[in-house]
């Protein structure tokens, strides 16, 4: 891993951020847990203030094509999320293990780990950049046959969604 890695923030431009689960184990894989994510990206999103263009939410990863907060940076908001989403799933699981309901395939739970430490981050500089990185977040689940088509938002497994800001919420 390179020692020193330069982010580049500060231009006001969109940022396409990928980010994969601890040893790309499927920890996005429930509803509860995609719900849990979704909602926390939410709370981090008035805070920190910035716009969430699109997102794809995959069994374990996921895509965010977001707008530079007015609060902070991506890196400080790809910190808090991802720290807030982990602290929850592992007082859940921590809560199952007691009454003896965890699955053995997630071990890695077990040793507190739910994200890799990194994330990759794309600085989305043209129109013709971000219509390619809201493509791929669309067909990415239908490539992995998670969907039948770009739009299948019928699918409860994943949420794939790409959303417009209004009057300060999002919309479908």
Not at 97 to 126: C, K, M, P, T
Request: hydrophobic share 35%.
């Amino acid at each position: 891993m390179p020692r020193r890695l330069h982010r580049y923030y500060g231009s006001g431009y969109l940022h396409f951020i990928t980010s994969s689960c601890y040893q790309r184990r499927p920890l996005l894989n429930t509803p509860r847990r995609r719900t849990w994510f979704l909602e926390i990206l939410e709370q981090v999103r008035r805070r920190y203030t910035f716009v969430v263009v699109g997102y794809v939410v995959m069994p374990e990863h996921f895509h965010l094509l977001i707008s530079e907060p007015e609060r902070g940076n991506p890196s400080t908001v790809m910190q808090v999320l991802k720290q807030r989403f982990a602290r929850k799933v592992l007082r859940d699981w921590r809560k199952r293990s007691e009454r003896g309901q965890n699955r053995l395939w997630e071990d890695a739970l077990n040793e507190g780990h739910v994200w890799q430490r990194r994330f990759y981050d794309f600085v989305v500089w043209s129109e013709g950049k971000r219509v390619e990185k809201l493509r791929y977040m669309h067909r990415n689940p239908v490539k992995r046959g998670l969907a039948l088509g770009a739009g299948a938002v019928g699918m409860e497994q994943f949420s794939v969604l790409c959303l417009r800001r209004t009057r300060g919420s999002f919309s479908e």
